[in-house]
Protein backbone atom coordinates (compact mmCIF):
# COMPACT_ATOMS: atom_id res chain seq x y z
CA UNK A 1 0.00 0.00 0.00
CA UNK A 2 1.45 3.32 -0.92
CA UNK A 3 0.04 7.16 -0.24
CA UNK A 4 0.82 9.84 -2.22
CA UNK A 5 0.67 13.17 -0.79
CA UNK A 6 0.34 16.22 -3.25
CA UNK A 7 -0.24 20.18 -3.54
CA UNK A 8 1.89 21.58 -1.31
CA UNK A 9 3.96 24.65 -2.50
CA UNK A 10 4.80 27.93 -1.69
CA UNK A 11 1.44 31.00 -0.82
CA UNK A 12 1.32 34.21 0.61
CA UNK A 13 -0.73 34.74 3.63
CA UNK A 14 -4.45 34.84 3.11
CA UNK A 15 -4.05 32.31 0.05
CA UNK A 16 -5.11 28.98 -0.30
CA UNK A 17 -3.63 25.49 -1.37
CA UNK A 18 -5.59 22.15 -1.54
CA UNK A 19 -3.83 19.09 -0.57
CA UNK A 20 -4.57 15.25 -2.25
CA UNK A 21 -3.10 12.08 -0.92
CA UNK A 22 -3.96 9.06 -2.82
CA UNK A 23 -3.92 5.66 -1.63
CA UNK A 24 -3.13 2.56 -4.34
CA UNK A 25 -1.90 -1.23 -3.58
CA UNK A 26 -4.18 -3.80 -1.92
CA UNK A 27 -6.62 -2.42 -0.23
CA UNK A 28 -9.65 -3.94 1.23
CA UNK A 29 -10.99 -0.73 2.59
CA UNK A 30 -9.96 2.57 4.25
CA UNK A 31 -11.25 3.71 7.47
CA UNK A 32 -9.88 6.84 9.26
CA UNK A 33 -7.78 9.11 7.07
CA UNK A 34 -5.65 12.46 8.48
CA UNK A 35 -4.02 15.12 7.84
CA UNK A 36 -0.78 15.86 10.69
CA UNK A 37 1.46 18.39 10.05
CA UNK A 38 5.16 18.55 11.26
CA UNK A 39 7.85 21.48 11.77
CA UNK A 40 11.39 20.51 11.98
CA UNK A 41 12.52 19.67 16.12
CA UNK A 42 8.70 19.39 16.93
CA UNK A 43 6.26 16.69 17.08
CA UNK A 44 4.07 15.80 14.22
CA UNK A 45 0.31 16.65 15.31
CA UNK A 46 -3.01 15.91 13.93
CA UNK A 47 -4.25 18.83 11.88
CA UNK A 48 -7.66 17.03 10.51
CA UNK A 49 -9.37 13.51 10.54
CA UNK A 50 -11.98 11.97 8.79
CA UNK A 51 -13.70 8.38 9.56
CA UNK A 52 -14.99 6.14 6.65
CA UNK A 53 -18.43 7.78 7.26
CA UNK A 54 -17.55 11.34 7.10
CA UNK A 55 -17.51 12.29 9.92
CA UNK A 56 -14.26 15.12 10.57
CA UNK A 57 -12.33 16.63 13.09
CA UNK A 58 -10.21 19.49 13.32
CA UNK A 59 -7.50 20.79 15.30
CA UNK A 60 -8.46 24.46 17.47
CA UNK A 61 -5.62 25.87 15.16
CA UNK A 62 -7.55 25.11 11.86
CA UNK A 63 -10.52 25.71 12.10
CA UNK A 64 -12.55 26.99 10.04
CA UNK A 65 -9.88 27.55 7.65
CA UNK A 66 -9.05 24.16 6.63
CA UNK A 67 -11.69 21.56 5.37
CA UNK A 68 -11.05 17.94 4.81
CA UNK A 69 -12.89 15.65 2.60
CA UNK A 70 -12.59 12.08 1.14
CA UNK A 71 -13.58 10.39 -2.19
CA UNK A 72 -13.95 6.83 -1.26
CA UNK A 73 -14.37 5.47 -5.10
CA UNK A 74 -11.05 6.91 -5.27
CA UNK A 75 -9.49 6.13 -2.08
CA UNK A 76 -7.97 10.06 -2.43
CA UNK A 77 -8.33 12.13 0.78
CA UNK A 78 -7.84 15.88 0.47
CA UNK A 79 -7.28 19.30 2.81
CA UNK A 80 -8.33 22.67 1.29
CA UNK A 81 -6.72 24.80 3.45
CA UNK A 82 -7.64 28.53 3.33
CA UNK A 83 -7.07 31.84 5.18
CA UNK A 84 -3.72 30.67 5.22
CA UNK A 85 -0.93 31.59 7.83
CA UNK A 86 2.65 32.10 7.93
CA UNK A 87 2.45 29.16 11.31
CA UNK A 88 0.69 26.81 8.52
CA UNK A 89 4.28 26.81 7.63
CA UNK A 90 5.44 22.89 8.25
CA UNK A 91 5.48 19.65 6.06
CA UNK A 92 2.15 17.66 5.65
CA UNK A 93 1.74 14.07 5.79
CA UNK A 94 -1.37 12.47 5.55
CA UNK A 95 -2.21 9.05 6.70
CA UNK A 96 -4.62 6.29 6.29
CA UNK A 97 -5.79 3.43 8.24
CA UNK A 98 -6.26 0.44 5.75
CA UNK A 99 -8.00 -2.61 5.99
CA UNK A 100 -6.17 -5.36 4.20
CA UNK A 101 -8.09 -8.14 4.94
CA UNK A 102 -11.22 -8.97 6.55
CA UNK A 103 -10.00 -8.14 10.27
CA UNK A 104 -6.22 -6.99 9.67
CA UNK A 105 -5.37 -3.40 9.81
CA UNK A 106 -2.61 -1.48 8.68
CA UNK A 107 -1.57 2.26 9.49
CA UNK A 108 0.42 3.75 6.20
CA UNK A 109 2.14 7.34 6.10
CA UNK A 110 2.17 9.32 3.02
CA UNK A 111 5.54 11.06 2.21
CA UNK A 112 5.03 14.60 3.32
CA UNK A 113 4.53 17.76 1.50
CA UNK A 114 5.68 20.85 2.14
CA UNK A 115 3.33 23.93 2.68
CA UNK A 116 4.47 27.27 2.81
CA UNK A 117 3.17 30.13 3.80
CA UNK A 118 4.85 33.85 3.29
CA UNK A 119 4.32 36.90 5.60
Known amino acids: VQLQASGGGLVQAGGSLRLSCAAS????????MGWYRQAPGKQRELVAS???????SYADSVKGRFAISRDNAKNTLYLQMNSLKPEDTDVYYC??????????????WGQGTLVTVSS
Open 50 to 56: ITSGGRT
Open 95 to 108: KATVRLRLEVFADY
Open 25 to 32: GSIFSISA
